[in-house]
C-alpha cells in the first residue's frame, strides 16, 4: 500500500535530478544508433537537392537563443546543404537575437565551404511588423529589404552581386522558414501564399503536430521536424555534429519519462485495485 | 584593463555563461535570492538588446537617417505618428493614443481576408478528398491532359479516416445550437476525442522540443564549459553530481523537517 | 494569391456579408448560443476561493501580435466577469498585466466590474498589475504571485505561448482549481495536464460571448457557425463530387475543385 | 515639396510639422467624446480599406517591383511605401513596455528592502546592454565595445535565454508524471498518442519495433506515429484551425466596421 503511494508522488526535485542523469550521462557514450528519415525531411531534402546551383532561397530565421537546442542544428544542416549546392540564399529575421545568431553560423560555415558574404549569401538583418513589411516584400524585394545588417545599400550590386535579378517574392525558388512560433503561418499567408512561393518550415518540435495540417493541403512542402529531424537531415547529408550525439541523450530521457509514466499509472491502478478489494472508496 | 577584456573575451563568455545557467537552475530547487538576481539580469538585457537592435536594424536606417543625414524632413510624421502611442498613460489623451492603435487594428483587419484566403482558404479544397477507390485516369481539364492518381483500397480507407475526424471535430465546435440526439451528440464527442489524439501528439512532441533545450544547456557545460574552465567534461559532471545531491538533500532531507513554504 | 481569385471574391465577402448580417440582427433580438461546459467550472472555482479565503490569480495572456487586439481583450470580458461574480463575497482577485499598452485598459475595466456591482470600494489599483513584457520573466513572476498569494484559483485566459506550462504547474503546486482557456492549440495539451477544466480553441470565444451577453459577440459567434456549416457541408459535397468523378473518370471533380485553386 | 532640404529649411519644416500637429490636436481635443469616438473609428475604416480593397478589385496586368508578370489594380502601387512606413511607426511603440518596466523597477529601487537590488540589476544590465550594443554596432566600434557586447550577448543574454526555455524539460516531466493517468477515455487516448509519439521520435523507440519484417512495416512504432499525425492529427487540427480562421475572419469584421463594443470600444 505504502509503496504504491510513494510511486504516484515521487518529490519532482528525484525526478528533475534523474532527468537530468538521463541527459548527461549519455554524452560519454559512444555508441550511434540508426534513425529512420521521415517523409517530411525526405521531401524537403529532395527540394533542395534538386535546386540547381545559382537558385535563390529565402531563409526566414526567427529563433533566438532560447530555442538554439534545436533550431540551431537545423539552421546548421539547411546552411550546410544550400552551401554544398552553391544555392544563393539571404537570411531575414523578426526576431531580434536572430541575425546575430545566424550571421556567426554562416561566418563558419562559409569558410570552409568556400561561400562568400554578398556573393552567395546576404544576411539582411532584422525587421518589424512582419505582417506589413512582407506584404510590400513580396512586390519588391529591394525597395522594402533596403539594407543589409550592417546597413549597406542592397542594391549596390558590386558589393552584393547575389542581389542580381532578385527583384520581387517569384524571384524566390524556396522559401525555409526555421521558426520557433507561428511566425511561420505568417509566411504562409503573405508571402508563399501570396505569390506561390514553394515554401518548407523548419519548427520546433512543439509545432510539429499542426504543421502536418499545412503539408496535407499542399501549403508547405517539406518540414525537418524539430531536433530529430536535423538529425534525420544530418543523416542524409552525411556530417555528423553533435545533433547525431544528442540523439542519445534524447532516448535515455524519454525513456526515463515513460518509464514514470507507466509507473504511477501501475501503481494507481493497483492501488485503486486494493481499495476496491478492501471495499473503500476509490 | 580594457585590453584584458578584449584579449580573454572567449574566457569571459564561458564563465558568465556558465554562472548564468546556474544561477538560473537554482530555481529547480526553490525559488531564491539568487535566481531572483539573474532573473532581473535576464530581463534587464533582453529589455536592453530590444530597444538597442530596435534602434540599429529599423529606426536607425529607415527613420534617422533619411531624415538627418538627407534631410528628408517628411519623415518627422513617423514619428509624431508612432508617439501617440504615448498618450496611453495620460488618461485625458488617450483617445490620441487610440488613433495610431485604431489604425493598426484597421490595417490588420483589412489584411484579415488576404490572411484569411491564403492560410485557411486552401485547406477547404485539399478536404474534398476521393473515397471511392479507383484505378489512374487522364482526364483533359481546359485542354491539357490531367492525371487523376490511383486510390487504392488502404488509401480510401484513410481519406475516410481523414473526412470523418474533419466532420466530427467541426461538430464539436458549432454552438448555435444544443448537443442533443445521438447524431449530433455522438459526434461532438468522438470529435473531441479525436482531437485527444492531436493534444497528445503535441505533449509528446514538446517534450522532445523541451529536452533539446535541456540537452543543449547540459553541452554547453560539460563540453564547452567543463574543458575550459576544469580541464576535462568529467570534471565538470562530477561538479553538477555533488549539486545535484545538494539538492536531494535539501528538499528530501532538510525541507521534510521544516514543512514546506509555497514556492515557485 | 496576391488578389482574389473569382471563387474568393465570391465566397468570402459572401460569408463576410452573412457574419455581419448576424451581428445587426443579434442587436435586435436576443441570439441562443450554448452553455460551454467549462463555465460552471468558473462560478464552482469563485465560490471554492471564497471559501478558503485565499486570493484568485486572473490573467490574459500575452497576446498574438502583442498591444490591443481581441483575443486579449475578450479574456478580459471573461475576466470582468469572474471580478463581478466574486466581487458579492469580497473574494480579492490579482490580475497580472503583460502587454503595457492593456495596463490602463485593464485597470479600468476591473474598476468598471467592482462598480457594475454596488463595491467600487472593493477596487484596489495594486492588485492589477503590470510585471513585464518578456514572456518569461512574465511567467516567472505569475508563479511567484501564485505561491506566495497561495491563489486559491487561477484562471489562465488568452493567448499563451511556452511560458503556458510554468503557470499552470506552479498553480497545481499550490493545490488551486484552474480554469484555462486558449485559442493556442499548442499549449491546450499542458492545461489539460495541470488544469482543473480546459476550454479549447472556439469554445474561448464562445465563452466569453455567452458571459458578456454582448450581442456583437453573439451574432458574431452565431454567423461562424452559419459559415462552418457551409464551409462544412462544401467540404462533404466537394469529397462527393470528386470521390464520384474519379471514380467514373470524369473531369469534374478536378475542375471543382480547380474553382477553389485557381 | 517632399523633397530633401538642407540646413535651417529642414529645421523650419520639421519643426512646422511638429506645431502644426500639436494644434490639430489642441483644435481635436476640444470635441466632445463621441466625436473623437468616430474619429477614431474612421482611422480604424481608412486603414483597413485600403488592404481590403487592394485585395478585392479586378486586377490587370501592370509593372509591380520590375516585375513584368504581375497584376494589380489602382491601389496596388502604394504596397510599398506602406510595408516602409507602417514597421517604422510601430517601431516607435518599443518605448512602453520599456517606460512601464522603469517605472515598476524605479519604485521598487527606491523604496530600499531585499528587492531593490534586484531592480538595480535591471537598470544596470538593461541601460548597460543598449549602450553596450549601439556602440558595438557603430562603424567606428571600439575593440573594448565589440568584446563587451560579445560578452553580454554571447556570454550571458543567450545563455539565460537558453536556460529559462530549458527549465520546462523539468516542469514538462513532472507535469506528465503527475497527470498522464488511466483516469477517462479522453486522458487515455492522450496518454496512449503521447507515448506513441514519444516513441517513434527517437531511436531507442525506433529500435523496439526494428525486428518486425518490412511486410508489416504499418507495425513499426515510427509508422504508426507518422499515420496518427497525418490521418487523424492532421484533420482535427484543420478543422480547429477552419473555426479559428472563420473567427479571425470575424473579429477583423467586427473592428475594422466599428461593430465591436466592450470594455475598450465603448469609450
Redesign the interface.
Known amino acids: 500500500m505504502h509503496i504504491l503511494r510513494i510511486l504516484q508522488t515521487v518529490d519532482r526535485r528525484v525526478l528533475y535530478v534523474l532527468l537530468m542523469l538521463s541527459v548527461t550521462l549519455p554524452f560519454f557514450l559512444t555508441v550511434r544508433l540508426p534513425m529512420r528519415v521521415s517523409p517530411a525531411t525526405q521531401a524537403l531534402y529532395d527540394r533542395i537537392e534538386n535546386l540547381a546551383p545559382d537558385d535563390f532561397v529565402l531563409l526566414a530565421i526567427d529563433w533566438s537563443a532560447g530555442t538554439r537546442g534545436e533550431n540551431g542544428p537545423q539552421t546548421e544542416a539547411l546552411i550546410t546543404h544550400l552551401m554544398r549546392k552553391k544555392c544563393r540564399f539571404a537570411m531575414l529575421a523578426f526576431e531580434p537575437q536572430s541575425p546575430t545568431l545566424c550571421q556567426a553560423i554562416a561566418e563558419r560555415l562559409g569558410k570552409e565551404y568556400g561561400s562568400i558574404e554578398g556573393v552567395n549569401w546576404i544576411n539582411w538583418g532584422y525587421r518589424v511588423d512582419a505582417k506589413n513589411f512582407l506584404k510590400g516584400f513580396v512586390q519588391d524585394i529591394p525597395a522594402v529589404i533596403k539594407t543589409t545588417n550592417r546597413q549597406e545599400d542592397v542594391t549596390n550590386l558590386n558589393k552584393f552581386p547575389i542581389m542580381k535579378g532578385i527583384k520581387t517574392a517569384s524571384d524566390i525558388k524556396l522559401l525555409i522558414n526555421i521558426a520557433p512560433s507561428n511566425i511561420y503561418q505568417t509566411y504562409v499567408q503573405f508571402v508563399a501564399g501570396a505569390k506561390k512561393v514553394p515554401m518548407a518550415v523548419a519548427p520546433t518540435s512543439v509545432m510539429v503536430p499542426e504543421v502536418f495540417n499545412y503539408l496535407d493541403s499542399g501549403q508547405i512542402i517539406g518540414m525537418m521536424p524539430g531536433l530529430p529531424g536535423a538529425g534525420e537531415y544530418e543523416s542524409l547529408l552525411g556530417t555528423n555534429t553533435k545533433v547525431t550525439r544528442f540523439a542519445n541523450s534524447a532516448s535515455f530521457a524519454h525513456i526515463l519519462i515513460i518509464l514514470f509514466i507507466v509507473l504511477g499509472n501501475v501503481a494507481m491502478l493497483l492501488e485503486r485495485r486494493q481499495n476496491a478489494r478492501a471495499g473503500g472508496a476509490a | 584593463m580594457s585590453e584584458y577584456i578584449v584579449r580573454h573575451t572567449d574566457v569571459f563568455m564561458l564563465w558568465v555563461g556558465a554562472l548564468c545557467t546556474l544561477g538560473l537552475y537554482s530555481m529547480l530547487y526553490k525559488e531564491n535570492r539568487i535566481y531572483r538576481l539573474f532573473e532581473h539580469l535576464f530581463l534587464g538585457l533582453s529589455t536592453g538588446y530590444l530597444v538597442a537592435q530596435q534602434w540599429v536594424d529599423v529606426l536607425q536606417p529607415k527613420w534617422w537617417k533619411p531624415m538627418w543625414e538627407e534631410g528628408r524632413w517628411h519623415f518627422i510624421f513617423i514619428v509624431i505618428f508612432g508617439s501617440f502611442y504615448y498618450f496611453i498613460f495620460s488618461r485625458k489623451g488617450s483617445w490620441i493614443a487610440r488613433i495610431v492603435i485604431g489604425f493598426f487594428l484597421g490595417v490588420a483587419s483589412g489584411q484579415a481576408f488576404q490572411l484569411f484566403a491564403n492560410d485557411t482558404w486552401p485547406q477547404i479544397p485539399s478536404s474534398f478528398k476521393p473515397l471511392i477507390p479507383h484505378p489512374a485516369h487522364t482526364v483533359m481539364v481546359d485542354g491539357k491532359e490531367t492525371l487523376i492518381k490511383e486510390l487504392t483500397n488502404s488509401g480510401a480507407l484513410n481519406n475516410g479516416i481523414f473526412m470523418i475526424t474533419v466532420f466530427c471535430v467541426m461538430m464539436y465546435f458549432f454552438f448555435s445550437f444544443e448537443q442533443k440526439g445521438l447524431f449530433v451528440k455522438g459526434s461532438a464527442k468522438l470529435g473531441r476525442w479525436l482531437m485527444m489524439f492531436t493534444f497528445g501528439a503535441i505533449f509528446g512532441a514538446t517534450i522532445m522540443a523541451r529536452l533539446a533545450l535541456l540537452i543543449d544547456r547540459m553541452d554547453f557545460l560539460l563540453n564547452e564549459f567543463g574543458p575550459k574552465a576544469f580541464g576535462s567534461a568529467q570534471m565538470m559532471f562530477a561538479i553538477l553530481l555533488a549539486m545535484m545531491g545538494l539538492v536531494l538533500y535539501l528538499a528530501l532531507v532538510k525541507d521534510k523537517k521544516t514543512p514546506e513554504e509555497g514556492e515557485a | ?4 481569385t473569382t471563387g ?2 465570391i465566397l ?2 459572401l ?2 456579408v452573412i ?2 448580417a448576424v ?2 440582427f443579434a442587436r435586435k433580438k436576443d ?4 452553455r ?1 461546459q467549462g463555465l460552471s467550472a468558473i462560478d464552482e472555482a469563485v465560490g471554492r476561493a471564497t471559501e478558503t479565503g485565499r486570493p484568485m490569480i486572473c490573467t490574459t495572456g500575452l497576446g498574438i ?1 502583442g ?4 483575443v486579449t ?1 475578450q479574456a ?2 471573461i475576466v ?1 466577469y469572474i471580478i463581478r461574480t466574486s466581487a458579492r463575497f469580497a473574494t480579492r482577485a490579482i490580475v497580472p498585466v503583460f ?3 492593456m ?3 485593464t485597470e ?2 476591473v474598476r ?1 466590474s467592482y462598480a457594475q456591482e454596488g463595491r467600487p470600494e472593493q477596487y484596489n489599483s495594486d492588485d492589477v498589475r ?5 514572456q ?2 512574465y511567467a ?1 513572476s505569475v ?2 504571485i ?3 498569494e ?1 491563489a486559491a484559483a487561477t484562471f489562465l485566459f488568452g493567448y499563451y ?2 511560458e503556458a ?2 503557470m ?3 498553480g ?3 493545490g488551486a482549481i484552474q480554469i484555462a482557456g486558449t ?1 493556442a ?2 499549449q ?3 492545461f ?3 488544469c482543473d477544466y480546459v476550454i ?4 474561448y ?2 465563452a466569453s460571448a455567452y458571459l ?1 451577453r ?4 453573439l451574432g ?10 457551409f ?2 457541408i ?3 459535397v ?7 468523378s ?2 467514373a ?3 469534374t ?6 474553382f ?2 485557381k | 515639396m517632399l523633397e530633401p532640404v538642407k540646413g535651417g529649411l529642414w529645421y523650419a519644416y520639421v519643426l512646422g510639422s511638429l506645431i502644426l500637429v500639436a494644434a490639430l490636436l489642441a483644435v481635436l481635443s476640444l470635441l466632445p467624446r463621441r466625436a473623437k469616438r468616430y474619429i477614431v473609428m474612421t482611422v480604424t475604416l481608412l486603414g483597413g480599406l485600403f488592404y481590403a480593397l487592394e485585395f478585392f478589385l479586378p486586377t490587370h496586368p501592370m509593372m509591380v517591383g520590375d516585375d513584368p508578370n504581375a497584376d494589380g489594380n489602382f491601389l496596388t502601387p502604394f504596397i510599398v511605401p506602406m510595408a516602409n512606413v507602417l514597421p517604422a511607426i510601430s517601431a516607435c511603440a518599443v518605448g512602453l513596455g520599456v517606460i512601464n518596466l522603469f517605472q515598476l523597477h524605479g519604485k521598487r529601487a527606491l523604496k530600499r528592502n531585499a528587492d531593490s537590488i534586484n531592480s538595480i540589476a535591471f537598470f544596470v544590465s538593461c541601460i548597460g546592454m543598449a549602450a553596450v550594443w549601439i556602440a558595438s554596432k557603430q562603424p567606428q566600434a571600439s575593440p573594448l565595445s565589440k568584446a563587451l557586447g560579445k560578452i553580454l550577448f554571447e556570454g550571458a543574454l543567450q545563455n539565460l535565454d537558453a536556460t529559462m526555455f530549458s527549465i520546462i524539460a523539468f516542469y514538462i516531466t513532472s507535469a506528465a508524471y503527475r497527470a498522464f493517468r488511466v483516469r477517462s477515455m479522453e486522458a487515455t487516448l492522450l496518454l496512449a498518442t503521447a507515448i506513441i509519439v514519444m516513441l517513434g521520435q527517437i531511436t531507442i523507440g525506433q529500435l523496439l519495433t526494428a525486428w518486425i519484417p518490412p511486410r508489416y512495416d504499418f507495425l513499426h512504432v515510427e509508422v504508426i506515429r507518422n499515420w496518427i499525425l497525418t490521418k487523424i492529427n492532421a484533420p482535427a487540427t484543420r478543422a480547429i484551425a477552419i473555426g479559428l480562421g472563420i473567427g479571425s475572419l470575424a473579429v477583423g469584421l467586427r473592428i475594422w466596421l466599428g461593430l465591436e463594443r466592450g470594455s475598450y470600444f465603448d469609450e
Open positions: 494569391m496576391e488578389h482574389a474568393a471574391r468570402i465577402p460569408w463576410s457574419i455581419v451581428i445587426l441570439l441562443f448560443i450554448r460551454i501580435d498591444g490591443v487586439e481581441i481583450l478580459l470580458s470582468s502587454d503595457p499598452q495596463l490602463a485598459i479600468e475595466a468598471e503590470f510585471l513585464t513584457n518578456r518569461f520573466a516567472a508563479a511567484g501564485i505561491a506566495r497561495k505561448y511556452a506550462l510554468i499552470a504547474e506552479n497545481h503546486q499550490v485559442p492549440t499548442t491546450i495539451p499542458f489539460i495536464a495541470a479549447i480553441g472556439d469554445e470565444y464562445a458578456s454582448e450581442p456583437t459577440q458574431s459567434i452565431v454567423g461562424q457557425d452559419i459559415v462552418k456549416g464551409i462544412l462544401l467540404a462533404l466537394g469529397s462527393a463530387i470528386v470521390s464520384v474519379a471514380f473518370g470524369s473531369a471533380g478536378t475542375l471543382f475543385t480547380q477553389f485553386t
